[in-house]
Nanobody, 122 residues
Framework: QVQLVESGGGLVQAGGSLRLSCAAS????????MGWFRQFPGKEREFVAV????????GYARSVKGRFTISRDNAKNTVYLQMNSLKPEDTAVYYC???????????????WGQGTQVTVSS
């Protein structure tokens, strides 16, 4: 069992930056690939970024590639999402999740956080 808690969401102006954190507890964090997903009102949750257990492999949705960076600190049991050049269309609830393998498919993630709201104003 893994518990995940997101933090760092809030209101930011377009073009600004925000860093989300996801703190993990329970089973050993370093055994899991970690992903970030987001959900817009009225839409299904969508993939944002993923990082392997070692941190050596990352993947991004095309909509955020070049603007967002995923990283992890296994010693702190924490995964981060650095979001730069934010756009109003990035406004969503952001979730972190843990999986046994690197994947962009939400159904393959075993554990999910509660989510944190990110709002980007014009």
């Amino acid at each position: 069992q893994v518990q995940l808690v997101e933090s760092g969401g809030g209101l930011v102006q377009a073009g600004g930056s925000l860093r989300l954190s996801c703190a993990a507890s329970g089973r050993t964090f370093s055994n899991y690939a970690m992903g970030w997903f987001r959900q817009f009102p009225g839409k299904e949750r969508e993939f944002v970024a993923v990082i392997s257990w070692s941190g050596g492999s990352t993947g991004y949705a095309r909509s955020v590639k070049g603007r967002f960076t995923i990283s992890r600190d296994n010693a702190k049991n924490t995964v981060y999402l650095q979001m730069n050049s934010l756009k109003p269309e990035d406004t969503a609830v952001y979730y972190c999740a843990a999986a046994n393998s690197v994947t962009t498919t939400g159904d393959l993630y075993d554990y999910w956080g509660q989510g944190t709201q990110v709002t980007v104003s014009s």
